[in-house]
Nanobody, 120 residues
Framework: QVQLVESGGGSVQAGGSLRLSCAAS????????LGWFRQVEGEEREEVAI???????RYADFVKGRFTISTNSAKNMVHLQMDDLTSEDSAMYYC??????????????WGQGTQVTVSS
């Protein structure tokens, strides 16, 4: 099982930047995909950005050109650099990891979330 701890959320004015980080720990064989999702209360959780094997990335259309996802060589950290934030980016941001367990199963684990609030 992978434990995830997010940090870096907070309040910022429109046009500003924030950098989210997520640290993964626990017992697993390999982390396959790391990603960031967000959710506004009352709405469905949506994918923001993911990074997978060979550091191939995928971004939601609404963040392209503004957000950058990155990881380290050990793939136990994932960051989300968020620039040019707007009030529509306000949400709870969650880190998600897809990993292979030591018994060979694939599983998804989620962090507890970090709040991002952008004021206009």
């Amino acid at each position: 099982q992978v434990q995830l701890v997010e940090s870096g959320g907070g309040s910022v004015q429109a046009g500003g930047s924030l950098r989210l980080s997520c640290a993964a720990s626990g017992t697993y064989s390999r982390i396959n995909v790391l990603g960031w999702f967000r959710q506004v209360e009352g709405e469905e959780r949506e994918e923001v950005a993911i990074i997978g094997n060979r550091n191939i990335t995928r971004y939601a259309d609404f963040v392209k050109g503004r957000f950058t996802i990155s990881t380290n060589s050990a793939k136990n950290m994932v960051h989300l650099q968020m620039d040019d934030l707007t009030s529509e980016d306000s949400a709870m941001y969650y880190c998600k990891v897809n990993s292979k367990t030591i018994t060979g199963w694939l599983r998804d684990d989620w962090g507890q979330g970090t709040q991002v609030t952008v004021s206009s």
